[in-house]
């Protein structure tokens, strides 16, 4: 157990609306990723954090945004939802130095529908 | 530009016979790859890896196997039980940047 938490785990929405999806994790662990799970897609990765008020793209990025105040925080606001958002979105961490010299411990998911 | 591919999207298996998930890639930078697991309303876990070094790791019934010349890695589950029932990712890190990319998933059901 990774000690990661995700809020809201399931949420249903309405298109233009904002969402805010909050990963909480208790282990100080430098980076923390946001992905989307899609069939047909897999995992992609929408933003990371490699520490306080550093984050960087992933490769899906448009319509998302993060920030990261406290090591143990990490938000995605999707500033006006969209029909095309709608996806099982995971927080995860790396206990390695970054994402490429370790596995990844994922949270539970946090389910968004966007109507 | 999917660079990680799982094929199939579902398999189906007798308990007690042997599973194989394949797995292709294309991103011939990749030298490491891993295996995560996952059940329904919950996050994926890592399972095994293998490195571009080896062709070869093994972790009790899970045994990943790496051909490199064919870009191609496979996940055997022997002897694969009812337990194994779950959608089975391949992944893997890109080193110019701090992503992990993984395939669409291939969801394992082992018959009792």
């Known amino acids: 157990d990774a000690g990661i938490t995700q809020s809201p785990r399931h949420k249903v929405t309405e298109t233009g609306t904002p969402v805010t999806l909050r990963c909480h994790q208790t282990?100080?662990?430098?980076?923390m990723y946001w992905y989307r799970q899609d069939p047909g897609h897999g995992l992609r990765l929408i933003h990371y954090s490699y520490g306080v008020k550093d984050t960087d793209k992933g490769e899906v990025s448009d319509g998302y945004s993060v920030s990261r105040s406290k090591t143990e925080d990490f938000l995605l606001t999707l500033e006006s939802a969209t029909s095309s958002q709608t996806s099982v979105y995971f927080c995860a961490i790396s206990i390695g130095l970054a994402a490429n010299t370790g596995e990844l411990f994922f949270g539970e998911g946090s389910r968004l529908t966007v109507l | 530009d999917q660079q990680v591919k799982q094929n199939s999207p579902s398999l189906s298996v007798q308990e007690g016979r042997i599973s194989i998930l394949n797995c292709d890639y294309t991103n011939s930078m990749f030298d490491y790859f891993l295996w995560y697991k996952k059940y329904p309303a919950e996050g994926p876990t890592f399972l095994i890896s293998i490195s571009s070094i080896k062709d070869k790791n093994e972790d009790g019934r899970f045994t990943v196997f790496l051909n490199k010349s064919a870009k191609h890695l496979s996940l055997h589950i022997v002897p694969s039980q009812p337990g194994d029932s779950a959608v089975y990712f391949c992944a893997a890190p890109l080193y110019n940047n701090n992503d992990m990319r993984f395939g669409a998933g291939t969801r394992l059901t082992v018959k009792p």
């Open positions: 282990e100080n662990h430098r980076y």
